[in-house]
């Protein structure tokens, strides 16, 4: 279908912004040197913005209000135009920060927004249909760390083509149609707090997306330092940098790949199930890249693919079970609320994760992890109990 595969397309390349300051703060460290604080700052910085953003876009209703493919547009844009400010103000300033929760805020419009289009198009297919641009934004997401790669020790190349590829992504965003199944949805309803505490079934399954949240962005955003450490432990600095690198790009990408895949499947056998499977594997794995850390590199690197593989499948059948538990005129706002709650966690994990390292080491960080999934288990077991 040429309007997802353009969708799809347009996910891939405007999501490439989130992780830019992760995959070139090696290059960025050897020009200036910046506090733990402030090399975390530049990635939660992102999931700041987004919170603020999916809230702003919800309440004011922007993508039922005018056309979403225009606010995807915009959006895009904007986003790629506040990532190439890194171009131009210090490393690690304010101004920098700043920019980065812009990037965030403006992200909000293409994520989201990608979802309800792309939920258009079908119904009886929507778990695949969310999957797939899941798997678009996590392939997005990973991008960063290949260009890095390619483009060698000068970090703001790696800025200009993610910025290039998202402003790219704007105008082709114009070009997709807008499905037979598109609604307007409702703008955010503020009682929606109550039945997110007194709806169990909503509760359960915010809980389960909340222990995916705890392991999923701080696993992202800093996966490529724990590698280059631990690799550093055997080979040298430059060499494990590089190899960092790939094994980044290669473990996102692989999860990326498995989400239209698990989509399907949640279709057939069931939503809760493939969250609880995913977790089980992720968590696991999360403990094993610490026992592995420092040993050898193919065995640490095969662990980090592994988790990159389990660790976001799972993601878009958590809005589904809530869509499923809601009352129908609240199951929007619902989602946004949970999205809203999901993010601000990952402002947490993401900005005490390298300080956190700093303090204890990457293989207790690398083990803290594994908390998230497995109180995400035990909320999805409770839900499927429920029957």
């Known amino acids: 279908m040429r309007s997802i595969a353009l969708l799809l397309v347009v996910e891939v ?91 965030g805020a403006l992200l909000a419009g293409v994520y989201p927004v990608g979802m309800k289009i792309a939920v258009g198009w079908g119904q009886k297919d929507r778990g695949f249909l969310v999957g797939a641009l899941v798997g678009a934004l996590t392939l997005g997401s990973a991008s960063p760390h290949l260009i890095s790669l390619l483009g060698g020790a000068d970090w703001r190349a790696t800025v200009i083509a993610a910025s290039l590829a998202a402003i790219g992504a704007g105008f082709v965003g114009l070009l997709v149609g807008i ?32 222990g995916h949240m705890w392991e999923l962005y701080a696993m992202w955003a800093w996966i490529a330092a724990a590698t280059a450490a631990s ?26 790949l498995a989400c239209a895949f698990a989509g399907t499947i949640a279709d057939r056998i069931g939503k809760a199930e493939v969250t609880i499977v995913a977790m089980a594997v992720s968590g696991t794995s999360a403990i094993a890249a610490a026992m592995t850390f420092g040993g050898p590199v193919w065995l640490t690197a095969l662990v980090v693919v592994v988790w990159g593989i389990s660790v976001i499948p799972d993601s878009a059948q ?14 929007g706002s619902l989602m946004t609320f949970q999205t809203a709650l999901g993010f601000a966690l990952t ?17 207790a960080v690398l083990a803290v992890l594994a908390i998230g999934p497995a109180l995400g288990i035990v909320a999805m077991l409770r839900l499927r109990a429920m029957g």
């Open 13 to 103: 390349a405007a999501m490439s912004l989130w992780f830019v300051s992760a995959a070139i703060l090696p290059e960025m460290l050897r020009e200036a040197p910046l506090s733990p604080f402030r090399q975390a700052a530049l990635a939660s910085g992102v999931q700041a913005g987004f919170v603020v953003g999916a809230l702003i876009s919800a309440i004011l209703g922007l993508a039922d209000r005018f056309d979403p493919r225009r606010v995807l547009a915009i959006a895009a844009v904007g986003a790629g135009l506040a990532n190439a400010v890194l171009l131009l103000v210090p490393q690690g300033s304010a101004a920098s920060i700043g920019a980065r929760f812009l990037t």
């Open 179 to 210: 499905g037979p199944h598109h609604r307007a949805a409702a703008a955010f309803d503020p009682h929606v707090v109550k039945t997110a505490w007194t709806n169990r079934r909503v509760r359960l399954a915010y809980a389960g997306y909340l």
């Open 231 to 256: 690799y550093g432990a055997t080979l040298p600095v430059a060499e494990a940098e590089r190899l960092a690198k790939l094994t980044t790009f290669l473990a996102i990408a692989a999860g990326g």
């Open 318 to 331: 958590f809005s589904a079970l809530v869509a499923d538990a809601a009352p129908p005129e609240q199951a």
């Open 347 to 363: 402002i947490l994990t993401v900005q005490a994760t390298p300080v956190v390292a700093a303090a204890l080491g990457w293989p």
